[in-house]
């Protein structure tokens, strides 16, 4: 080996051991969160604040439904971040891989929606069981169906299932089924009902005695490599980015 090809190897040893540092180092700056379809107005905000409040970090979001989320997650997803609408299956996670700093961030409220010409004149809770009524709801397992489902029983309007006609994957096909008007009524969530979404649809209120509180979940999914900026993060949701959810209509924790 001569003394030139020496050098050679020993310089791109260093560039391949200095680029394999930095993308370390960039990697311990990011984390993956997997949050409820829900959240995927009112997070993408919690996340700018963060990044502002935490130079060089860099938040990645994946939304879906949270019964999907967990799937996901327990067969090997790269998510460091749990943020679910149901606690349920932030326990069905918790078990399988585990999770660290779990805590209780918000409650949400049902709402039905209606298109905004609202052509079956959806006037009270209990016009959703009237015959020929098309009823989108998210899918049973969904938080937000199972959560739609208990509503319905708890106003003994059971009949209602009857007018189902599509069950989505998660709050946003509810909305878009609805906004589209390929529906005539939806039961989402009340903070689905962003500005928006307002412009295309109408809202009917579920009876008190009747809604269902929605409790969200956050943690630390167990085995992730960024386990720090995972904690910090779910900091955040638990401390000053109360006020962003707040003012997205979502209710404090407790």
């Not at 932030?90 to 660290?100: I, R, T, Y």
């Not at 918000?106 to 709402?111: C, F, G, P, S, V």
């Not at 489902?149 to 209602?160: D, F, K, Y």
């Not at 096909?173 to 412009?199: E, N």
Request: aromatic content about 6%; charged content about 15%; some cysteine.
């Amino acid at each position: 080996m001569t003394m030139r090809f020496a050098r050679a190897v020993l310089a791109a040893s260093l560039v391949a051991g200095v680029s394999c540092a930095a993308s370390a180092a960039a990697a311990s700056h990011e984390i993956t969160v997997g949050a409820a379809a829900s959240l995927s107005v009112v997070f993408q905000q919690v996340g700018h604040a963060f990044e502002r409040t935490h130079p060089g970090t860099s938040i990645r979001f994946t939304f879906s439904s949270s019964n999907g989320l967990a799937t996901q997650i327990q067969q090997g997803a790269p998510i460091d971040v749990f943020a679910s609408a149901a606690p349920r299956w932030m326990d069905a996670v918790e078990k399988d891989p585990g999770v660290l700093a779990r805590a209780a961030f918000a409650r949400n409220r049902l709402i039905v929606i209606v298109p905004r010409d609202n052509p079956a004149h959806i006037a009270r809770f209990g016009d959703l069981a009237r015959a020929g009524v098309r009823l989108v709801l998210a899918a049973p397992g969904v938080p937000a169906g199972d959560y739609a489902r208990q509503a319905l029983s708890n106003a003994g309007l059971r009949p209602a299932l009857r007018n189902v006609v599509s069950n989505e994957q998660d709050v946003e096909g509810v909305v878009g089924k609805v906004s589209s008007g390929d529906a005539d009524a939806g039961i989402v969530y009340a903070t689905d009902v962003t500005p928006s979404v307002a412009r295309s649809v109408g809202t009917v209120p579920i009876p008190e005695e009747d809604n269902v509180v929605a409790v969200y979940d956050i943690g630390v999914v167990r085995g992730t490599k960024t386990a720090a900026l995972a904690r910090a993060f779910v900091a955040y949701v638990t401390g000053p980015g109360q006020a962003i959810l707040q003012r997205a209509g979502f209710e404090a924790s407790a």
